[in-house]
């Protein structure tokens, strides 16, 4: 069974520019998360998909959104460098599997 | 809101040895998961054990085991028998079993341990 794929895996952009996020999850699965790592701040939960709505989102402004498996983060600002890791679970009650990440590097 | 502290941000162990990696968390719900995730230097978030809370027993999946202690909101992960592949950031996360709010859904994470392996 193919797990969950991301790309790219590396991504640099300047200030102001957008990026594209691209998230496939393991299929069968309904339901996407988005998690950020960056250096210093841990794992934070960006979004929630469920079945194609967004269902919950974590302290991050507008310009993060999308839709369930691209994600878009528009107005890039230096501090969005981090490593996006994406996962998948086959419902919103189970184990969420993950992704090998996009780096992310805004200049 | 739920937090998760690792209090170790690094821990060594020789090979073939065990080791224990501490986890607290602190929330105000009775019904909830948790979950040690290893992260190797390729950066790709992998699962090693869940436990849910509403079962005593403590979750085992080969050489690893927890210690879930619920009343002192404990989730300890022993590595037995610690391979050279073992090395790698470990988390602890924690997510609400609660069907709604601005809990619902997410992980909560610790800030990681660093576990050395040494041969």
């Known amino acids: 069974e193919a797990g969950v794929t991301q790309s790219p895996t590396h991504l640099i952009k300047t200030r102001g520019q957008q990026a594209t996020l691209r998230c496939s999850p393991i299929s069968g699965h309904t339901s996407v998360y988005w998690y950020q790592q960056a250096l210093g701040l841990g794992l934070q939960f960006l979004l929630w998909?469920?079945e194609g709505e967004e269902r919950n989102r974590g302290n991050f402004p507008p310009r993060f959104s999308g839709r369930q498996f691209p994600n878009y983060v528009n107005a890039l600002e230096l501090e969005d460098s981090a490593l996006y890791l994406c996962a998948s679970s086959p419902d919103r009650e189970k184990t969420q599997y993950f992704g090998p990440g996009t780096r992310l590097l805004v200049l | 809101a739920q937090t998760v502290t690792q209090s170790q941000p690094e821990m060594s162990v020789q090979e073939a040895e065990t080791v224990t990696l501490s986890c607290t968390y602190d929330t105000s719900e009775s019904d909830y998961y948790l979950f040690w995730y290893k992260q190797p230097p390729s950066r790709q978030m992998i699962l090693v054990i869940r436990q849910e809370a509403y079962k005593q027993q403590n979750a085992t999946e080969n050489r690893f085991s927890v210690n879930f202690q619920k009343a002192a909101k404990s989730f300890s992960l022993k590595i037995s028998d610690s391979q050279l592949g073992d090395a790698a950031m470990y988390f602890c996360a924690y997510r609400s079993a609660v069907g709604r709010g601005t809990s619902y859904g997410k992980l909560t994470f610790g800030q990681g341990t660093i576990l050395t392996v040494h041969p």
């Open positions: 998909y469920d």
